[in-house]
């Protein structure tokens, strides 16, 4: 990759190709994930790619948008757009059929070349109203 919004952009292509193997092969094995929702971090590309899968079954039309992404040094943030149609069970809702669509506020941070760590943080109850 030629630069951190390039390799950004990249995976998102990836993602709304429902392409787990191409993301991951953007991403540190020693990925941290930040989620404004947990207190501490996880870690590594398994618990990623089982909140992509998640995500997959819940909504597997679910397309990020970007809508703003800016770079600084080794760090990109990203103002996205999220929509799907809300097809599978998530977190013990069962499918409904409804559209979603809700706004993710998101950092990474790139090191070598690969994603090494993000800060998530979505609005869930948005995309919650929508399916209860």
């Known amino acids: 990759m030629t630069s951190e ?3 950004i ?7 709304n ?3 787990v193997a191409a993301c991951m092969a953007l991403t540190s094995p020693d990925l941290i994930i930040n989620l404004a929702e947990l ?6 590309l398994e618990v990623w790619r089982e ?3 998640m995500m997959r079954r819940a909504f597997p039309d679910l ?8 770079a600084d040094g080794d760090k990109v943030a990203l103002r996205l757009r999220f929509r799907g149609t809300h097809s599978g ?13 809700y706004v993710s506020h998101e950092f990474y941070r790139i090191a070598d070349g690969l994603i090494a760590e993000e800060w998530i943080c979505s609005d869930l109850a ?3 109203r929508q399916i209860s």
Do not use: M, S
């Open 17 to 19: 190709a429902g392409d």
């Open 5 to 7: 919004t390039e390799l």
């Open 51 to 53: 909140g992509f899968e």
């Open 126 to 128: 948005t995309l919650f």
């Open 89 to 101: 069970e998530f977190l013990g809702i069962p499918a409904t059929g409804r559209a979603i669509e």
């Open 63 to 70: 397309q990020a948008h970007i809508e703003d992404i800016v």
């Open 39 to 44: 207190p501490e971090p996880r870690h590594g």
């Open 9 to 15: 952009r990249a995976a998102f292509e990836a993602f």
